[in-house]
């Protein structure tokens, strides 16, 4: 794997400081990263070998207004199984205090990419505001652990 296309939805600009955060360490660990808080990625997605999202939920289990196109044009495509070579992971940022939509646009976007016939690298990580006192390096841990799995992955592949 070489190309990563990470994808952030931010309100209050947490979600966009740890995916810059994220792409700068996948960068220096010589991965080709790009970095998009537009919803026109979408046509983007077969070109990379990984996509991971990084989003916050605002309001009611909303998306965050920069990243709620993307999710849209994912939802309406989903049952063209386009993305069958993508591999995924999805980072929700969230606010256990708001139990009904706690991480509910991160969720969102890891069943839509399921459905669009992509496979999960990892389950959709949450981070707690209430928990987690560091968002960027629990952020960049879980980079890490995607990484290290879809690298595993393709040493398996080869033996």
């Given at each position: ?32 990263t ?7 990625v979408?046509?983007?997605i077969?070109n ?21 196109g993307?999710?849209?044009e994912?939802?309406?495509n989903k ?5 069958t070579?993508?591999?995924?992971s ?8 708001f139990?009904?939509t ?6 969102l ?12 690298i ?10 987690v006192?560091?968002?960027v390096?629990?952020?960049?841990e879980w ?6 799995k879809?690298?595993?992955?393709l040493?398996?592949?080869?033996v």
């Open positions: 794997m070489s190309s990563v296309l990470v994808v952030y939805g931010s309100v209050s600009g947490t979600a966009a400081i740890v995916a810059e955060e994220i792409v700068r360490e996948l960068t220096e660990k010589d991965f080709q790009e970095l998009s808080d537009s919803s026109d979408y046509t983007k077969p990379y070998d990984l996509v991971l999202v990084v989003t916050s939920t605002t309001g009611t289990g909303n998306f965050p207004d920069n990243i709620d993307f999710y849209q994912l939802f309406q049952n063209n199984q386009r993305l070579e993508t591999q995924f999805v980072l929700a940022l969230g606010d256990t205090s139990t009904t706690y991480c509910r646009a991160g969720e976007f890891h069943d839509v990419f399921i459905q669009s016939g992509s496979d999960p990892l389950e959709c990580f949450k981070l707690d505001a209430c928990e006192m560091d968002p390096g629990a952020g960049i980079a890490h652990s995607v990484v290290a879809v690298s595993n992955q040493s398996q592949d080869v």
